[in-house]
Nanobody, 128 residues
């Protein structure tokens, strides 16, 4: 599967952005999806994830209550709605896809090495 992230940009602190990750192929609904970010000079870190069924999400503590992940399988797209943005949210944001093992459609994957496919990053800059 190929992933294309978009929606990044420059926003003032307190503002909002919505990132989108469009996937190629006909089996998008089978994939668990995740968002990660990498700030300047930092390791790539987990932001949030959604299971393949779309019924479960999980977020890093740093974004909980501000960010929301959703997916529209008919559009082959997963979204990351980011509200109340802070300067420390400045980073390149990456989406990732994982084919869950059989019987794991409700599992939410949070570890970076477990993901099978990655998109290119989209840059988010939050000014103070």
């Amino acid at each position: 599967v190929q992933l294309q992230a978009s929606g990044g940009g420059l926003v003032q602190a307190g503002g909002s952005l919505r990132l989108a990750c469009a996937a190629s192929g006909r089996t998008f609904s089978r994939y668990a999806m995740g968002w990660f970010r990498q700030g300047p000079g930092k390791e790539r870190e987990f932001v949030g994830a959604i299971n393949s069924s779309g019924g479960g999400t999980y977020y890093a503590d740093s974004v909980k209550g501000r960010f929301t992940i959703s997916r529209v399988n008919s559009e082959n797209t997963v979204y990351l709605q980011m509200n109340s943005l802070k300067p420390e949210d400045t980073a390149d944001y990456y989406c990732a896809a994982k084919i869950p093992p059989a019987g794991s459609n409700n599992v939410i994957f949070t570890r970076r090495p477990t993901y099978d496919y990655w998109g290119q990053g989209t840059q988010v800059t939050v000014s103070s």
